[in-house]
Nanobody, 126 residues
Framework: QLQIRQSGGGLVHPGGSLRLSCEVT????????LGWFRQAPGKEREGVAC???????AYSDSVKGRFTISRDNAKNAVYLQMNSLKPEDTAVYFC????????????????????WGQGTQVTVSS
């Protein structure tokens, strides 16, 4: 049974930084994609960033240049470094994993991802 464990999050002032971590266990890790999503109150879940095993990444326009996704294949872990945080980044952040087929588009639509973490709150406020 695939398991996804998240850590990190919390309260930060505007302009501050936070790092989220996620570990995926009990899964064949050779062909998979890892990603981060978020859901603000009253809004739909949206894709933030994703990364495949060879390091190729995709980002939403709203976080490009501020957030960085990275992974440690040996640890089956993925991280999201969030810098220059804004109040509009406030949301519950979810780690997700899914099977990836070589050459496929890196897809940040939440509906195409199958495996989800429990979510962690990130609040950006003064």
């Amino acid at each position: 049974q695939l398991q996804i464990r998240q850590s990190g999050g919390g309260l930060v002032h505007p302009g501050g930084s936070l790092r989220l971590s996620c570990e995926v266990t009990n899964w064949d890790t050779r062909y998979y994609i890892l990603g981060w999503f978020r859901q603000a109150p009253g809004k739909e879940r949206e894709g933030v960033a994703c990364i495949i095993r060879d390091g190729n990444t995709a980002y939403s326009d709203s976080v490009k240049g501020r957030f960085t996704i990275s992974r440690d294949n040996a640890k089956n872990a993925v991280y999201l470094q969030m810098n220059s945080l804004k109040p509009e980044d406030t949301a519950v952040y979810f780690c997700a994993a899914d099977r990836y087929y070589s050459g496929a588009v890196l897809d940040l639509r939440p509906e195409v991802w199958d495996h989800w973490g429990q979510g962690t709150q990130v609040t950006v406020s003064s």
